[in-house]
């Protein structure tokens, strides 16, 4: 992306979506719930998938797919189908985190086609990649698609509250990208009190969350309760062990742009140049290092300090012969007109 397209993107005020987490403890959730029907190695799936996500984060998620080869030959157990697909799942997830929108649909798609193979179309084993071909499809704007695949997910009955949790999520989520605000908030909060019913108030899942509620209420001008949701949200995502890189600098990222808006010029400066050092060693970060550096740019030009600015846009100007994909919100789409 060259620095004009930046540019117009900025004056278009679009907003690249918050980066998933992976959901692994949905996932299990759903092995439980199969488990009647289809026996499931669990532990021995938990382990293939921390083997193929260790992969994937280094080699990208092509060559990590080819550990799955084996599980999907003609002659491989259902259960092994079932495993490869919420591993497919996770794949998938990764990719949305990164900004890899295109193909983190192909590969939510692949595992929805892997496991409907293998379970009725009412299997709560297909909420997982419903759920993430429905975030890979709004972050596209493919909303009629992703309506589509809600309506999948409406239709599979579960009493399970992480099962609740994955449809009031992308219930938000789309209601957000409609432009129904009110109904996005309480789907997101619904969302949250299910993970906390399923006892995951403090994972990854609920921190994913409490970030895009920090978002809405930022788009809204409610920056006291944006700043509270993203504070937790920091809380949760430094304490977990799921927490990837990517999870910490998307809620820097965005309280920086809360702080800004408050005045809060130190503070906002902090979150800036700890997201940029976390960038600045992620090799995976996708068009992270690049967002930030121009939301960093942005914030030097507003506190008057057009000098340091300059030279983060130099550095942004240098990443952007890349193919890359934002996966962080730009701080052009919440600055006051005039600022």
């Not at 009190?193 to 809204?220: N, P, T, V």
Request: charged share 25%.
């Amino acid at each position: 992306m060259t620095g004009s397209e930046m540019q117009r993107r900025s004056r278009r005020n679009t907003v690249c979506p918050a980066a998933l987490c992976l959901l692994w403890a949905g996932l299990s959730a759903s092995l439980a719930s199969g488990g009647q029907l289809l026996p499931i190695d669990a532990p021995t799936c938990a382990a293939r998938n921390r083997i193929v996500m260790a992969e994937a984060r280094g080699a990208g998620g092509g060559s990590a797919l080819g550990r799955l080869v084996p599980t999907l030959a003609p002659d491989a157990s259902r259960s092994e189908r079932v495993c490869a697909g919420l591993i497919v799942v996770s794949l998938a997830e990764l990719l949305f985190a990164r900004g890899e929108y295109p193909d983190a649909e192909a590969f939510a798609r692949r595992a929805v086609d892997i496991i409907e193979n293998v379970v009725p179309a009412d299997n709560p084993l297909l909420l997982t990649p419903l759920h993430g071909l429905a975030r890979a499809l709004i972050a596209q704007g493919k909303k009629t698609a992703a309506r589509s695949a809600l309506g999948r997910m409406n239709a599979i009955q579960s009493d399970l509250p992480g099962h609740r949790a994955l449809v009031h999520q992308v219930t938000a989520t789309l209601s957000e990208a409609e432009g129904r605000r009110p109904e996005a908030e309480s789907g997101y909060l619904a969302a949250l009190h299910a993970w906390e019913e399923a006892g995951q108030g403090g994972g990854m899942e609920a921190s994913d969350l409490m970030h895009a509620l920090g978002l809405l209420y930022l788009a809204d001008g409610r920056l006291t309760d944006a700043e509270r949701f993203l504070n937790r949200a920091m809380e949760i995502a430094h304490s977990s062990r799921a927490a990837m890189p990517i999870d910490i600098m998307k809620i820097l990222n965005t309280r920086a742009i809360v702080y800004m808006r408050q005045q809060a010029h130190r503070a906002a400066e902090a979150d800036f140049r700890e997201a940029l050092s976390m960038a600045e060693r992620d090799t995976a970060s996708g068009g992270s290092l690049e967002c930030i550096l121009n939301n960093y740019a942005q914030f030097l030009r507003h506190t008057g300090r057009k000098r340091e600015a300059r030279v983060l846009e130099e550095r942004s100007a240098a990443l952007s012969s890349r193919p890359v994909q934002d996966s962080l919100v730009d701080v052009a789409v919440f600055r006051k007109k005039g600022k």
